[in-house]
């Protein structure tokens, strides 16, 4: 064999990632329907034994051909994404190899088996009796999936077991009762539904039956993946040179620093605490008949304001607050029902809509007084407009899904229980959480707002000090629930629930404080270096990126023959067509 045949050509980076995107849609079906990626629609997972050692050597195949790829030229696409592909490779490598999830989360299965479902009802993408053939077919294969979840997970921690219980609740209200509603308000007629439905509610009950009879009287696995793997997540996740204790650091630096400023702002809105600003913002609420509309109302007013001081090229994208869908009220409190979920990368529907929490008249009074405190003035600005529907994830959305990168394009999509891919996580959340300061920074937030903001920002180094000290094993989750009572203010119930998540899926609650120091401190950077600086360009040629780590774009727009920053506004109104053989073709009438 001559040298020539003993060195084969180079794969085109293209075909490398094609490859990957095309193994990563057919193995992760619900979070390609997600995304708006229709061709597995009808699908679950498979974490079946085989499949599983099948996922493994794939991703072994794709690292070495990413690698041997033909390269290009440093910052351009093609190479962020070879780079961002082999991060996410090495982290489900580990994922896998260490059954952190598959093996030990049962809520992993019941995430994936109900959302499977709900995604195909949540947007119109196709028309509706493609979207109930589609849930017909992944109704019926959920005893299947479940039924790999009752082999693999022979030991779990107690709260991921409890969360799994929980999610069979909310699973159980939906294919028992919610289907039929959705039957009901929708005119649907198509008989397999209901059949398929009453299919899925059997499997959930033998599964929950599993997880209270068998599972929890025996969880007592560790809830830590360890110091390795949480340095693994923190280098090839996000791509940051800190190690966990940096982070801790950080972290703890930044608590002290908000608990500081904190009580100075209370005392600025003439409150004795913080507690008791927060009891006077929970009484700046809307009427009944006026809760619906203050969305809107703030909506157009962050906008207005944003846009006068030239904050950013504001795209059309249009969103709109409605209520929950009745269909799944009774399912949502006990599923990691958002919102606000990102809007499907290449579905590309003409509005978003916002799943505010509905306040109606026939609701028992004490009731609907609660939903109105908890969705206060404050609230409403704040969480739901700036940091999700606005400037923040929305904003931000619609430039990713016209980046040059294709990792950047999907990564941050909202998927069963996490976004799509990890390495997402540090633009989306620290760019929202950014998105809020910068409106604070122009005067849009009153007094009491800025109470509401310290808090915000404490909560947000506290995740990262409960991510590093519970996933290196100093704290159990007992401490890190004690922490978010004792330092961040938070309720019993709400300090278990986020310490749960957090053990659920480390590395992640460190990227709101990682994610919004890393822009503050690119932005400081950037004004020093140029004369003609100014906010709009700086956030447009941010924002261009995608959802890519914040640490990748940042050592991008510091390169010595980094291109101007921002595009002009023509430019960014300007939609960009989805990639060739990436969307299915819309059919018209759509809506």
Not at 156 to 173: D, M, Q, V
């Amino acid at each position: 064999m001559g040298p020539a045949a003993a060195r084969p050509h180079p794969p085109e980076p293209e075909a490398t990632l094609d490859a990957f995107f095309d193994w990563y849609y057919r193995t992760n079906p619900v979070s390609a329907t997600f995304i708006g990626i229709h061709r597995h629609d009808h699908r679950l997972p498979d974490y079946s034994p085989a499949a599983i050692e099948q996922a493994l050597a794939a991703i072994e195949t794709l690292s070495d051909g990413l690698r041997r790829q033909r390269p290009t030229a440093p910052g351009r696409a093609t190479t962020l994404d070879q780079e961002l592909a082999l991060g996410f490779l090495d982290v489900l490598r580990w994922e896998y190899a260490s059954g952190y999830f598959h093996a030990r989360n049962p809520s992993l299965y019941t995430g994936e088996a109900v959302f499977g479902v709900l995604s195909l009802f949540l947007r119109p993408f196709a028309p509706l009796r493609e979207r109930i053939e589609a849930a017909i077919e992944r109704m019926q294969r959920i005893p299947a999936l479940l039924a790999q979840a009752q082999h693999n997970v022979g030991q779990a921690p107690r709260a991921w077991a409890e969360r799994s219980i929980r999610e069979c609740t909310g699973a159980l209200a939906f294919f028992e009762r919610g289907v039929g509603i959705l039957i009901q308000d929708e005119g649907i007629t198509h008989s397999g539904l209901q059949a398929a439905a009453d299919q899925a509610a059997a499997a959930f009950r033998r599964f929950k039956a599993y997880l209270e009879s068998d599972l929890l009287p025996r969880a007592s696995a560790p809830y830590a993946c360890g110091a390795d793997a949480f340095d693994l997540l923190l280098r090839r996740g996000h791509f940051v040179a800190m190690d966990a204790g940096a982070v801790l650091a950080q972290a703890e630096e930044q608590v002290a620093a908000c608990e500081r400023q904190l009580e100075a702002r209370a005392a600025d809105a003439g409150a004795t605490s913080w507690r008791e600003a927060g009891t006077r913002l929970a009484g700046r609420h809307p009427s009944p008949e006026a809760y619906y509309r203050r969305y809107r109302e703030l909506w157009e007013a962050a906008r207005q304001a944003a846009e006068a001081q030239a904050l950013v090229t504001w795209p059309d994208a249009p969103i709109r607050f409605v209520p929950q869908p009745r269909w799944a009220r009774e399912a949502a409190p006990s599923l990691y029902f958002l919102f606000y979920r990102a809007p499907a990368a290449f579905d590309h529907l003409p509005v978003v809509d916002y799943l505010v929490t509905p306040v109606e008249p026939d609701m028992p009074p004490d009731e609907q007084t609660r939903r109105l405190q908890t969705n206060n003035d404050t609230a409403i600005k704040l969480t739901h407009v700036i940091h999700h529907a606005g400037l923040g994830h929305h904003v931000q959305n619609w430039y990713a899904y016209r980046a040059s990168s294709r990792i950047g394009q999907i990564a941050a999509v909202d998927c069963a229980s996490r976004i799509a891919v990890y390495c997402g996580g540090t633009m989306a959340e620290g760019w929202a959480c950014y998105a809020v300061d910068m409106m604070e920074e122009v005067g849009f937030l009153d007094p009491l707002d800025r109470v509401a903001q310290a808090q915000s920002r404490l909560r947000m180094a506290a995740r990262a000090v409960v991510d590093v000290k519970l996933h290196c094993g100093t704290w159990a989750l007992e401490d890190a629930e004690r922490f978010y009572q004792d330092r961040a203010g938070m309720t019993r119930d709400a300090a278990h629930a986020e310490a749960v998540k957090n053990s659920i899926f480390p590395g992640t609650a460190l990227m709101y404080l990682v994610g919004t120091r890393g822009i503050h401190d690119l932005r400081r950077d950037l004004v020093g270096r140029s004369r003609d600086f100014t906010l709009q360009r700086f956030h447009d040629r941010l924002l261009s990126y995608g959802s890519v780590p914040v640490a990748r774009i940042s050592a991008l727009m510091r390169a010595p023959d980094a291109p101007p920053a921002g595009s002009s506004p023509e430019k960014v109104r300007r939609r960009k067509r989805p990639r060739r053989g990436q969307l299915r073709k819309a059919t018209p009438g759509q809506s």
